[in-house]
């Protein structure tokens, strides 16, 4: 299958400061890139889509703002969250589609953000 | 309604046995079904798609697709304690365009020794 990076892994970092998480698709080019976050036994909620050379697509309730996204090549985006509070540790996940074929999405290994 | 519903369970068999998880749909226009596993504290990994009606297997896994009946449902055989996960089933829609995959909420299945 396909192999999606994120880096990093996890981070900590204090209340107020931005944190800024890659996602790479390393063997395919993805026009379409996904972030989604997780909360500890709940399920996947995607925060919004990437697309290559555009602005993000967010979902409802996801503060734009806060949540920054950049697209700016076929293999990478990224996810920069502005101002983090404790209420923003989670574990952030990016995915990335191919565009042809049957549509399937592979996911990065995620990255835990505690904000302390 | 939710698009895709999934019984969270948690399932649990005996190892050796078979896994049967199932997941409804309420779009019949939904074109390609997938199935992920998730391990606690990891990402969704991809086990299988399936988009024609009927059975898909690769190794120990088995996808079946009625769009009649609108489920979809993965089997899986000689079921080991290592399939102890979250499974999720996705799909995409009939106007999904460069929208995400729409998933349940996940099906937690636990395999005893």
């Known amino acids: 299958g396909a192999v999606v990076s994120q880096h990093p892994s996890w981070v900590i970092c204090k209340s107020g400061t931005s944190v800024k998480i890659e996602c790479r698709s390393l063997?395919?080019?993805?026009?379409?890139m996904f972030w989604y976050r997780q909360f500890p036994k709940q399920s996947l909620m995607l925060m919004a889509t990437?697309?290559?050379?555009?602005?993000?697509?967010?979902e409802q309730g996801v503060e734009k703002d806060k949540f920054l996204i950049n697209h700016a090549s076929l293999t990478l985006s990224t996810l920069t969250v502005t101002s983090a509070h404790p209420e923003d540790s989670s574990f952030y996940i990016c995915?990335?589609?191919?565009?042809?074929?049957?549509?399937?999405?592979?996911f990065g290994p995620g990255t835990r953000l505690t904000v302390t | 309604q939710k698009e895709v519903e999934q019984n969270s369970g948690p399932l649990s068999v005996p190892e050796g046995a078979i896994a049967s998880l199932n997941c409804t749909y309420s779009?019949?226009?939904?074109?390609?079904f997938f199935w992920y596993r998730q391990y606690s504290g990891k990402s969704p990994e991809l086990i299988m798609f399936?988009?024609?009606?009927g059975d898909k297997e690769d190794g120990r896994f088995t996808a079946q697709l009625n769009k009649a009946s609108q489920y979809v449902s993965l089997l899986i055989r000689d079921s080991q304690p290592s399939d102890s996960a979250t499974y999720l089933c996705?799909?995409?829609?009939?106007?999904?365009?460069?929208?995400?995959?729409?998933f349940g909420s996940g099906t937690r299945l636990q395999v005893q020794p």
């Open positions: 995915s990335a589609r191919f565009m042809q074929g049957s549509y399937e999405q592979y």
């Open positions: 063997d395919f080019q993805a026009t379409t």
């Open positions: 990437s697309n290559e050379g555009s602005k993000a697509t967010y």
């Open positions: 779009d019949r226009g939904s074109q390609s």
């Open positions: 399936i988009y024609s009606n």
């Open positions: 996705a799909l995409r829609g009939p106007l999904s365009g460069r929208r995400a995959l729409t």
